[in-house]
């Protein structure tokens, strides 16, 4: 990555950040994780409380880039075409036609994901994973740059279902976003009482652009060392007494690719172990299955991967060293 790639990078950010920071009051460590899972090539999940936030962020942040994009309204009656697309017959031509679904834009806003059934939640797993979709044995590829923004109450809210193990591996990241403190909540009421925020909500990017930047991410270097402490970071979940399901190879991937991506946020064309550090709980938690006693004591997944970051040796090499 130049030096000119990291300029127009900070610049893009920043608008976007400011974007949001104009819906989302005082939320910076969850704005930068979804600009990280953003230039990451990556899909979030949002997780929190009903009236927080959660399908603002999602707005916002694709109303900030000039591309397509559409939403879903998970519900208990939708149906996996009703996502994906169908196909239908045409009288006129006497054959079958495709037509596609919402699932076809470069970001996808999915609200409520867990109120569908698994399922329905399931026929976002070759979108997310393959960028592609497959309908009666036709396979049609999906757009570049694309993006999958969900959010999702609580489980144990009334009226929602588990995510499948599968489908929480394909996020990248997730976030809570939680309750904004009261200065925050007052600057929030001020500001969105007399007028719709998003009415002057405007797009400060586009596609190619986004493009390419998420090809520059890709050319961050990460040095031998940084890449086998990802790999024993993520190793380390699977012996834990306490965890059921560690994280997956899928997992060790994502937390390269997100590092690479806070790194050239922080203005470095490197990755360091601080990298790894800053999105690691965001990247790895919701991949966590923990054991019932861990349940019964009242640990999360979040203090489990703290654990594990004391724990596994940083690397002390050079990380800018080939």
Known sequence: ????????????????????????????????????????????????????????????????????????????????????????????????????GPVFANIVVGDEINRASPKTQSALLECMEEGQVTVDRTTYQLDTPFMVIATQNPVEMEGTYILPEAQRDRFTARVSIGYPDQTAELAMVDEHSGHDPFADLTPVSNAATLRRMIQAVRTIHISREVRQYAVDLVGATRTLSEVRLGASPRATLQLVRSARAQAALAGREYVIPDDIHAVAIPVLTHRLVLTTEAHAARRSAADTVRSVLQRVPVPRANPSRR
Do not use: W
């Open 1 to 100: 990555m130049g030096v000119s790639d990291l300029d127009e990078l900070h610049s893009v950010t920043r608008d976007i950040t400011n974007n949001i920071e104009r819906i989302l009051v005082g939320k910076p460590d969850v704005v930068r994780i979804a600009l990280v899972t953003l230039l990451a090539q990556g899909h979030l999940l949002v997780e929190d409380v009903p009236g927080v936030g959660k399908t603002s962020l999602a707005k916002a942040l694709a109303r900030s880039i000039d591309c397509t994009v559409s939403r879903i309204q998970f519900t208990p009656d939708l149906l996996p075409s009703d996502v994906t697309g169908v196909s239908i017959y045409n009288r006129e031509s006497g054959g079958f036609e495709f037509r596609a």
